[in-house]
């Protein structure tokens, strides 16, 4: 089974940037459609970015649009979010996941998941 890894979070001051990393294994990532969830305390794991492998179309939500970015990186079988402008209210917990091809940004699209990566935006 496809099997995906999540790194980059970690502490950061409102207005300041991370980049995500999503590593893959086992198979390559440009035959899936990859997306970008994150789930706050309390609150529903909510689709953040996405982008299908059939005509590269992306997806973002509206309270990330402007500021994060959704890329691949073929030879490196990885995925990112640069994430930019940073909120305090873009603190969660951030998922990737995959499914073949096509995919709609939300999680109950997608079957594999990484384990996550704690992203907190704080004073």
Do not use: H
Request: net charge positive; charged share 20%.
């Amino acid at each position: 089974q496809l099997q995906l890894v999540e790194s980059g979070g970690g502490l950061v001051q409102p207005g300041g940037s991370l980049r995500l990393s999503c590593a893959a294994s086992r198979f390559t990532l440009d035959i899936y459609a990859i997306g970008w969830f994150r789930q706050a305390p309390g609150k529903e794991r909510e689709g953040v970015s996405c982008i299908n492998s059939s005509d590269g179309s992306t997806y973002y939500a509206n309270s990330v649009k402007g500021r994060f970015t959704i890329s691949r990186d073929n030879a490196k079988n990885t995925v990112y979010l640069q994430m930019n402008s940073l909120k305090p209210e873009d603190t969660a917990v951030y998922y990737c996941a995959a499914k073949p091809v096509q995919a709609m940004c939300v999680p109950e699209d997608f079957r594999s998941w990484g384990q996550g990566t704690q992203v907190t935006v704080s004073s």
